[in-house]
RNA sequence: GCGGGCGUGGCGGAAUUGGUAGACGCAAGGGACUUAAAAUCCCUCGGGCGUAAGCCCGUGCCGGUUCGAGUCCGGCCGCCCGCACCA
């Protein structure tokens, strides 16, 4: 095909376009009870300065389905918004001696307009900052209420302090023992701090997870495992001779109690703490295991430690037995009740721990078939807990695990020395951080009131503009006037609350505050009732745990005071994978831009300025640090955005990491323009817009028809599932056909007019200042945004005939076409009548011929 | 250590959920057009044997179920992710 036709110029289509949307307000949205909602969102981005690939991809796949639904015919709601507070502000301020609300609030001017380059569906009249007192002022409103319902509340609590951020940091913040920002070896500090009691919710939290259907199952998993849930016994050992309170531990494996040899207390424990006043020797000991750090390198090579107390306590079921107390390096005071029993011959590390102190090792539990006189442990304790028999144990004898379980929780809370419980790994929410940038905590210290919440009416409580970065610590602290206030009570002389909130508050609502952006409280009721839950959220992994949970602790609490009604914030859930490129080095190891390198013919990857020789090594997540980035502002403005989107969405599944590859982008362009010039080639060909179809289509016309339909089908389908890498090959596929295709037969002109809009129309979510353009070359004068899904004709989507492959004896042997749903007997018959066929049954009997209908035949010698 | 996922051409990936393995794209090679290049168009493209028709092999490895296995089951190997002294 020839063609005199311009070649399309993306940059002026697209502004174009744009600015067309933005003038018809076409994304706005407005509740409206008499259509179905839907409700698409991704997780709205940092405003760091720029945006990178990963947004490109994750705002791509949300426009797709956003664009798409509407179509659709449902009311959608995509909103867009920034997660403006953090530490970066406060770092470029320090560096830059920038305030760090010029600095966020000119990189979000920055990355909105990049993000409108990318020609997205979003409804711009309803973005919010939550560094903007308009946001965080709700978020006060929150705290307060959610203190009043005893949701949030202050403790005194060891937390994980980070050096170099000088703040505090939430254990799920907290990666391999370092900070999860700056990387410092994280110590343990005591402090009062505010919490959000998301335990409150820990059974809710974990059985709701169940109802999640459209959620990744590995994310479910993962909430399920940090919430953490299991059935013990909490048991009281009286101490020998003592006239102490009884040791209370926590064990979910009572059933090993005959096989106990010791006890063992962390040594945050308050009965390790009363020992180590009187003790110096046990003071030590302490200190050492606090000085410990909880990385994986220090816990993997630490060995298992302990002190003997010189305490002992009575075995609850054997006469006689005492069993020595010690403070050891492994407990963990957050867990339980911070102290154990000790079961060796039945966990790895009581059994570490018995070896180093010459405890006794008695199995209890033999394992099935094999001989309980004779089964001892050497190095490896037997910990299934599924199969085995109960031995050495008295009354448990013969007994299974769950059995000898239910035995002992019977006795000892008989006794009233024992408590079937229920407990959670899941801790409550830390949320104080030492930081200027963040939404400040509206609480005032009163000497008389004590704490006070400030008044709804004082509200935001804000940040102050005068601040310095120069020193360590929190500003808000140092400032000379901020704290000092008046008891919202008494009216006495207070000082404010100087901590500020985790980041991770700001964004457990934001998706809640988009459903009534600009009302006077922080949700409006009748728009969250409408637009909640968030029918497809679109986010990456790696806030498969925290956020998500935060979030939906959130919708919790909020639904506790009544500001929502539901308790899940996200129906659907979609985790995209990352975007990853090529790594390049010199010859001295150092990290190049992909720009900095070129590739010779021989293969041989060079820089560019020198032409010395680099190496390439394997695809990685982009990253600043390994420079394999690519700047989304350079692809769009070298292709446009269509081509950057179209590329997002070829070849990779959204779910799993894809490769951005410069070919790959190139590719995307070549396709572009083959699909500008086909349609405009095309064009005059067409019958005229609005024409009827003329009777009883055949031939060419028929089969353009089969194609049309099978694409909205597949496509529409495709789209539904995620699938989009399945849906651009449909879409090739399409156009495929439509470029071979030679208008000659009658209706063919129609055929072909309503396979070009179908086309433009299936591609629309996909590349849609593409799909304007030539929506328009199509003769149209409305916008394509505002057509709706084509509907696919079903009796076009199946073939009258089909190809049927032919086995012998699971062979392939041939193929058969055959009208479709043929007799099985004349399928039989085709089949056998192929030469191939006959050569491959050589003579021998057939015992028996298999007909899946339209699928096979499987002819069995 | 515990939990989860993945393994298909040179590459990204398809495969109607047990029924013709390799759709679609990228890369590569050959050809046409051009003074030339770009662009575009046509052809080839898992491996082996064969002039050919065709035959054999092939979805990480070994085994099993089945008329039939990339898909299901068992056991290995490799890579990736999450959690981690949780009693």
């Known amino acids: 095909m020839t063609s005199s036709t311009a070649r399309y110029n993306a940059k002026v289509v697209e502004a174009k376009w744009q600015a067309e949307w933005s003038a018809n307000r076409c994304f706005e949205a407005e509740e409206d009870p008499k259509r179905p909602k839907y409700y698409v969102l991704e997780m709205f981005p940092y405003p760091s300065g720029r945006i990178h690939m990963g947004h490109v991809r994750n705002y791509t796949l949300g426009d797709v389905i956003a664009r798409y639904k509407r179509a659709r015919g449902f009311n959608v709601l995509h909103p867009m918004g920034w997660d403006a507070f953090g530490l970066p502000a406060e770092n470029a301020a320090r560096d830059q001696k920038i305030h760090p609300a010029e600095w966020t609030y000119a990189n979000i001017a920055n990355m909105k307009a990049e993000l409108q380059s990318m020609g997205l569906s979003l409804d711009w009249s309803r973005e919010l900052a939550t560094c903007h007192p308009g946001y965080y002022r709700h978020q006060q409103k929150l705290f307060v209420d959610f203190y009043k319902a005893g949701l949030a509340y202050r403790k005194e609590s060891w937390v994980n302090w980070d050096p170099v951020d000088h703040t505090v940091l939430a254990n799920e913040q907290v990666i391999d023992g370092r900070g999860w920002r700056s990387g410092a070896l994280v110590e343990k500090r005591k402090l009062t701090q505010w919490f959000f009691k998301i335990t409150e919710f820990s059974d809710d939290l974990l059985t709701a997870l169940n109802g999640l259907e459209r959620w990744p199952d590995p994310v479910r998993l993962m909430q399920r495992n940090w919430i953490g849930r299991s059935e013990g016994l909490r048991m009281q050992f009286d101490y020998v001779g003592e006239k102490r309170e009884p040791l209370e531990i926590y064990t979910t494996r009572h059933d090993t109690i005959f096989g106990a040899s010791f006890m063992a207390l962390s040594a945050e424990h308050p009965a390790a703490l009363a020992v180590a006043e009187n003790d110096p020797k046990a003071a030590e000991f302490i200190a050492e295991c606090q000085r410990l ?35 050891a390096n492994f407990v963990l005071m957050e867990y339980g009740t911070g102290a154990i029993f000790g079961c060796p011959a039945h966990d790895q590390r009581d059994l570490d721990f018995a070896r180093k102190y010459g405890l006794p ?29 109960l031995i050495n144990s008295d009354f448990l004898g013969g007994m299974s695990v769950p059995e000898a379980k239910a035995a002992i929780a019977e006795r000892m809370e008989k006794r009233g020395a024992g408590e079937r419980t229920i407990n ?109 839950a968030v029918d497809q959220y679109i986010g990456g992994v790696e806030h498969a745990i925290l956020h998500l949970l935060y979030s939906r602790f959130f919708m919790r609490a909020m639904r506790t005071c009544s500001f929502v009604g539901l308790d899940e914030p996200f129906a659907g859930l979609f985790t995209q994978g990352m975007v990853c490129h090529e790594t390049y ?83 995307a362009w070549r396709y572009v323009q083959r699909i500008w010039r086909l349609v405009n080639d095309h064009t005059p060909n067409l019958a005229a817009a609005g024409s009827a179809m003329p009777n009883a289509l055949d031939g060419t016309a028929l089969e353009l028809r089969r194609a049309t339909h099978k694409a909205i089908k597949g496509v529409g389908d495709d789209i539904e599932r995620f699938r989009f890498n399945r849906a651009v090959a449909r879409i090739h596929e399409f156009s495929n056909v439509l470029g071979d295709f030679k208008p000659r037969g009658d209706g063919d002109d129609w055929a072909l007019r309503e396979a070009l809009e179908t086309l433009v129309t299936l591609f629309g979510p996909m590349m849609p200042h593409l799909g304007e353009e030539l929506w328009r070359v199509l003769g149209h004068e409305t916008l394509l945004v505002d057509r709706s899904w084509p509907a696919a004709d079903e009796t076009l989507t199946v073939d009258e005939t089909v190809t049927i492959g032919v086995q012998v004896s699971g062979k392939m042997r041939g193929t058969i076409e055959m009208p479709r749903d043929a007799e099985k007997a004349d399928a039989e018959a085709a089949a056998l009548a192929l030469d191939t066929v006959q050569r491959a049954i050589g003579g021998n009997a057939v015992r028996k011929v298999i007909v899946v209908p339209n699928r096979i035949v499987n002819i069995v010698v």
């Not at 008695?362 to 050497?378: I, L, M, S, Y």
């Not at 360590?472 to 500020?500: M, Y």
């Not at 010395?612 to 446009?640: C, F, H, L, Q, W």
């Open 293 to 327: 750090g909880t990385s994986e390198e220090v816990i993997e090579k630490t060995e298992k430690k302990g002190y003997d107390t010189g305490l002992r306590v009575k075995h609850p079921f054997v006469d006689g037995v005492e069993l020595p107390v010690y403070i």
């Open 424 to 532: 959670y790994r899941l801790r409550d929410w830390g949320i104080s951080r030492q930081r200027y940038w963040g939404c400040p905590i509206p609480m005032i210290h009163c000497d008389k009131c004590g704490i006070v919440p400030e008044r709804e009416e004082n509200l935001p409580v804000q940040l102050p503009d005068d601040v310095e970065f120069d020193q360590p610590g929190n500003p808000l602290d140092r400032h000379p006037t901020w704290k000092h206030t008046d008891c919202p009570e008494c009216g006495a002389k207070a000082v404010r609350e100087t901590d500020t909130m985790d980041t991770f508050v700001d964004s457990s609502w934001y998706f809640a505050r988009f459903c009534s952006a600009r009302d006077d409280d922080p949700v409006a009721r009748d728009a969250v009732d409408y637009w909640l």
């Open 585 to 667: 080095r010199d010859q001295n190891g150092n990290w190049l831009y992909p720009e900095e390198v070129v590739q010779g013919d021989d293969g041989q990857v060079r820089l560019a300025s020198t032409g010395e020789p680099a190496t390439v090594g394997r695809s990685e997540a982009m990253s600043k640090s390994k420079k394999n980035v690519v700047d989304p502002g350079a692809i769009i403005d070298k292709y446009g955005a269509d081509i950057a989107r179209w590329f997002m969405l070829s070849d990779s599944p959204p779910e799993r990491d894809m490769e951005w590859t410069d070919a790959g982008a190139n590719g």
């Open 361 to 389: 090792v008695v199995p209890v539990v033999c394992p099935k078939g094999v001989d309980a006189a004779t089964f001892e442990v050497g190095t490896e304790a037997f910990t299934d807990n599924d199969s085995g028999i």
